[in-house]
């Protein structure tokens, strides 16, 4: 087999790769004349690899890319032609957890600032005095593997470390000696600086706004070397010139190159996004793709695939309609969960159960973690991800299926509350349907705008609730009741064409049911 190397990777990787295979470095010929003639490529980021080069690269089975993202990479494309894409994201885990802590001693004792008036030739000693960390508490919002690190370098500093992550286990937070702070604005009340490692989704983008900032302590500082847009730039600004924070450090914008009113402010210090920008990053990255490549051309594990991992064909033939269900079933559970998963268990029942189900396992908790970490959950590293989160992953298999040819249960384990939710495939298409929830048979589509009312069984619920949809201008699409025993306890299960108004929530929950949640699956 035939490697390209087409951007400069570490000697160890390159050494790696010409052990098992033909390799060539070219980083001049013009691409779309020679990919077809290579079962591999290695790039960095400068290297395109749009839908017109994957479909010219008829040999080609893997695409090693060795950095962070794959922005550059068409992943759909190569997904369509069966090309594994994989990359390195645990190589700049140590850069970005040292650039923080950089940034954060850099704030603390306003040395960029120092140094610059020293450049200039002021000797400045009153006016750039700073503060002692030890003893400060660092608020750390995203506890995954950078944000772990950071504590871990921060406990160092003699610093009181407080973090944020409703998708970690307490396990985890009391393994490294961290308090587990239950909600957000506790943390921000609590932290002399905070520190930001979330994934970019629609619920964090702006996390740190006005709101959010008004919630801080006087005088408190703010550090970002994850994602721009995680912070509302305008807000910042505001609460540096009124004196509410005390300064920013940062390494990321929500548009780069970046040349707005922050880099105005001598309270903020700030850095053209450098936090993978480490030789031994850039050297790691390479070796892990190069590992990677490997794997992926022998036959083995592709850990890092961001894409469909590598399964037999008529596996996934058979898999492929209850990816989706499974996935859609996993946003459900945890939905209904309302708090984060301690256990998961995936269960196939039928004919199912004979084939490769880590592919459903996968999908379950790409449901469950969908816009909640920040890494790409895939077949391979999907309970590595949750194990790092202290959250256990079991699976089972059984040949027989009650209600349905096949079946995938999800069971979720949240706080003492066991959430249990079923569900199949139906016709060619296929359609996603709800087989069960929470205890209670139930026969429905699944829909993007779901609620589940569990009530004691009584006459006239149903039209009460519909009525009240009705004059809140909501349309209700389909409807199940199940329940117990006639006068026992039913549950209602009904999909709404829109997301129900904060109004009708509380109106819902003044009726006295038992319990109402809202699911929304997007």
Same mark, same amino acid.
């Not at 950095?67 to 894409?85: E, F, H, L, S, Y």
């Not at 029942?349 to 449901?367: C, I, K, M, Q, W």
């Given at each position: ?73 068409? *992943?759909?494309?190569?997904? %369509? ?88 286990? %307490? ?51 703010? *550090? ?93 033939? *058979? @898999? ?37 189900? !880590?592919? @459903? ?10 816009? %909640? ?5 895939? *077949? ?16 089972? %298999? ?12 999800? !069971? ?111």
């Amino acid at each position: 087999m035939r490697v390209l190397v087409r951007e400069p990777i570490a000697d160890a990787g390159v050494e790696l790769l010409r052990s098992r295979f033909a390799v060539d470095i070219d980083t001049d010929s013009p691409l779309e004349e020679i990919i077809d003639r290579y079962d591999a490529i290695v790039i960095r980021s400068a290297t395109r690899l749009g839908r017109e080069e994957i479909e010219r690269a008829a040999n080609l089975k893997v695409i090693g890319r060795a950095g962070v993202g794959v922005d550059n990479v068409d *992943v759909d494309a190569a997904t %369509r032609r069966g090309i594994v894409v994989a990359n390195a994201p645990e190589s700049t885990i140590v850069s970005a957890a040292e650039q923080t802590i950089g940034l954060l001693v850099a704030l603390a004792r306003n040395i960029p600032q120092a140094h610059a008036a020293l450049k200039q030739g002021r000797w400045e000693r009153s006016r750039w005095s700073g503060i002692e960390l030890a003893g400060k508490t660092l608020g750390v919002i995203g506890f995954g593997r950078i944000g772990q690190q950071v504590s871990r370098r921060a406990i160092g500093l003699a610093m009181n470390v407080v973090a944020y992550d409703p998708f970690v286990g %307490r396990e985890r937070f009391r393994e490294l000696g961290v308090e587990q702070a239950e909600t957000l604005e506790e943390l921000l009340g609590a932290a002399d600086v905070v520190t930001l490692h979330s994934p970019l989704t629609d619920e964090t983008r702006r996390l740190i706004d006005r709101d959010a900032i008004a919630l801080m302590r006087d005088g408190a500082r703010l *550090v970002n070397a994850a994602r721009g847009a995680l912070v509302d730039e305008e807000a910042l600004v505001e609460a540096i010139r009124s004196g509410k924070l005390a300064g920013a450090a940062l390494d990321v914008f929500s548009s780069e190159p970046y040349s707005g009113p922050l880099l105005e402010l001598d309270q903020v210090v700030s850095t053209p996004h450098l936090a993978a920008s480490t030789d031994e990053a850039q050297d790691r990255a390479g070796v892990i793709v190069a590992e990677q490549v490997v794997a992926a051309l022998d036959g083995g594990i592709v850990t890092n695939a961001v894409n469909i991992p590598v399964v037999d064909q008529a596996d996934l033939e *058979v @898999l492929g309609p209850f990816i989706p269900l499974a996935s859609q079933l996993g946003r459900i559970a945890v939905e209904l969960a309302g708090g984060p998963p301690r256990r998961i268990t995936v269960a196939a029942h039928g004919p199912l159960s004979e084939y490769d189900t !880590r592919l @459903l396992t996968a999908a379950v908790l790409n449901g469950v973690f969908q816009d %909640r970490v920040d890494q790409v959950v895939n *077949v391979v590293n999907a309970t590595v991800i949750a194990s790092e989160r202290g959250i256990d992953v079991v699976e089972e %298999r059984d040949r027989t299926s009650r209600d349905y040819t096949n079946t995938v249960e999800v !069971r979720l384990l949240s706080d003492g509350e066991e959430i249990t939710v079923s569900g199949t495939t139906i016709g060619p298409e296929p359609r996603l349907f709800l087989g069960g929830a929470l205890g209670f048979g139930i026969d429905m589509e699944i829909t993007p705008h779901m609620v589940f009312v569990r009530y004691a069984d009584q006459p006239g619920v149903i039209g009460r609730v519909g009525s009240m949809f009705g004059d809140g201008g909501i349309n209700i699409a389909n409807m199940a009741v199940s329940r117990t025993k006639e006068g026992g306890e039913a549950l209602m299960v009904f999909s709404i064409d829109t997301a129900a108004t904060s109004e009708l929530v509380d109106q819902l929950h003044d009726m006295g049911f038992d319990d109402v949640r809202f699911v929304d699956l997007g």
